[in-house]
Nanobody
Framework: QVRLVESGGGSAQAGGSLRLSCTAS????????MGWFRQVAGRQRESISQ????????TYADSVTGRFTISQNKGKNTLDLQMDSLKTEDTAMYYC?????????????????WGQGIQVTVSP
């Protein structure tokens, strides 16, 4: 049974850092494309980063490029997201996702499996 559990969220000040982890069970993180999304209440879900099974090929939303880094930890079977130079606009619920359900231009527009989400709040 596939399960994704996010951890590491919480509060930070603008300019600070947080690191999110997504612990996967039921599959190996290096076998499928995985990604991080975020959503603010009342707004559309935003894809912020994805990484392919090779652990090298990754993509980032313009809003986080240069500040966030996605990575696989095959030893712990986790997908991590290092978030630096945080901004107040990064405040959102963050979700981990795995295994493409819908491809577009080589990346995933939707995933088969989702975590329950974790809150990140950035204060001024």
């Amino acid at each position: 049974q596939v399960r994704l559990v996010e951890s590491g969220g919480g509060s930070a000040q603008a300019g600070g850092s947080l690191r999110l982890s997504c612990t996967a069970s039921g599959f190996v993180v290096g076998d499928v494309t995985m990604g991080w999304f975020r959503q603010v209440a009342g707004r559309q879900r935003e894809s912020i980063s994805q990484i392919k099974p090779d652990g090298i090929t990754a993509t980032y939303a313009d809003s986080v490029t240069g500040r966030f880094t996605i990575s696989q930890n095959k030893g712990k079977n986790t997908l991590d997201l290092q978030m630096d130079s945080l901004k107040t606009e990064d405040t959102a619920m963050y979700y981990c996702a795995a295994n493409c359900a819908l491809f577009s231009a080589g990346w995933c527009k939707d995933f088969k499996h989702w975590g329950q989400g974790i809150q990140v709040t950035v204060s001024p």
